[in-house]
């Protein structure tokens, strides 16, 4: 290990992990056993440390470098050890390490030994950290050159490879640059152990509000990254990504942010994800960020025969809360007006001293998308063509852009 000498300080240089191969390991199996495995650029970066070629067999008992990079920590944080100002980069690597300690591939905590592992991925590997990416391990976000033509925003369209999305939407075409340089934070309501409202006596399939939110709320982090915008997804699952199907399974792996377990307790619930929030807010805030907004998706439940058309609510000591809200409200109605001409639209705008919108920084607008518990209403969720319009018009109201 190499050292610079400083008076009496010596501090080490960052060095890569060196492991012993098992009997049968392939290199996809080391790495799957050091959790690198979801990183396509990890695999890349062992044949390059080890001089080895594709396809190249491990031999039992070798050590190998592997693509984790071993810092001192300073025992301040791990954003200052490494130099980074990135929040939600600084979260992955902390669950990281939190992770390997789990699988027992170390011994103590990188806070109790001063010794901090850093996956190559996190500062090596091409990505653009938009922080839907973020990603669920945050997300990763890779950018590749297009050749196809973009609109008079920009220059050249780009794409975006974005997992959380799902196989089917995963890549996503940047074809506008109107949102550059502003950022969004989207969280769908409950999730985890907290499903929030459902339907199962009244309907043929049981309804789970966080899935129907959450999978609005990824269409509209879709359509934010298509202009330019940042995107932060608060609340995430690995494995739904946006889904066509009319009847989304319900289940209980959603996380915060990348893989912080959800607390049972729903003010601790609450304050994590508004903490989230703040923390990104303030970072972007001292780099000079002027535009940040915040968005919370929720389905109601109210009476059975009662009918709800999307409605918004705002924090009444915010007037860029109250104006983002009135600006949502007023794109809802517009649609109506033209597409549902003779209906009416009745959704409604109201001050509400709700904990999200309280205690998170950016103005935020809190929506409710239907009544779970109304058929009428469920059509506006459960057909998927609906969902993306639900998407596309929140959008509108959020950037006073149209999609």
């Known amino acids: 290990m190499a050292f610079h000498v400083s008076g009496l300080n010596m501090e080490a240089e960052p060095y890569y992990l060196k492991v012993k191969a098992k009997k049968g390991d392939g290199v996809l199996s080391l790495l799957r056993r050091y959790d690198l ?29 592997i693509p984790v990079k071993i810092y001192s920590y300073n025992g301040k944080s791990i954003r200052s050890t490494i130099s980074i100002d990135d929040f939600e980069k600084a979260v992955r690597i902390k669950k990281y390490n939190e992770t390997i300690k789990k699988k027992k591939l170390r011994k103590t905590s990188y806070t109790a030994s001063n010794i901090l592992w850093v996956p190559a991925h996190e500062l090596e590997c091409e990505t653009n950290s938009l922080h839907v990416s973020s990603a669920p391990s945050l997300i990763k976000i890779n950018n590749k050159n297009s050749t196809k033509k973009a609109n008079t925003n920009s220059k050249k369209s780009k794409n975006l490879y974005v997992p959380l999305f799902g196989e089917k939407y995963q890549d996503v075409s940047v074809t506008s640059n109107n949102l550059k340089g502003k950022v969004y934070y989207l969280v769908s309501g409950h999730g985890g152990p907290d499903p929030g409202a459902r339907c199962s006596k009244e309907c043929s399939n049981t309804l789970c509000e966080d899935e129907y939110a959450y999978d609005v709320t990824l269409r509209l982090a879709r359509n934010l990254m298509q202009n330019g915008a940042t995107v932060h997804v608060i609340i995430r699952d690995k494995n739904d990504g946006i889904r066509d199907e009319a009847f989304l399974d319900c289940d209980k792996d959603e996380v915060c942010m990348d893989n912080m377990k959800i607390p049972a307790n729903q003010k601790k619930r609450l304050k994590q994800r508004a903490d989230a929030i703040n923390d990104l807010y303030k970072m972007y805030k ?118």
Not at 49 to 62: C, D, I, P, Q, V
């Open 286 to 403: 001292k780099r000079g960020v002027k535009e940040q907004k915040a968005i919370m998706v929720h389905v109601d439940s109210r009476s059975v025969e009662k009918r709800q058309d999307v409605f918004f609510y705002y924090y009444k000591h915010s007037s860029r809360s109250k104006k983002l809200a009135a600006n949502c409200h007023k794109t809802f109605k517009q649609k109506y007006e033209k597409y549902r001409k003779g209906r009416g639209y009745h959704g409604f705008i109201k001050d509400r001293g709700l904990y999200m919108l309280r205690n998170t920084l950016p103005p935020a607008v809190f929506v409710e998308l239907a009544n779970i518990r109304n058929k009428n209403d469920q059509q506006r969720i459960i057909q998927n063509d609906n969902r993306q319009l639900l998407a596309n018009w929140l959008y509108e109201g959020m950037t006073g852009v149209q999609f």
């Open 37 to 65: 495995n979801k990183e396509s650029c990890n695999l890349e970066k062992f044949y390059a440390l080890n001089s080895l070629t594709k396809g190249e067999e491990l031999l039992r008992g070798k050590e190998y470098f």
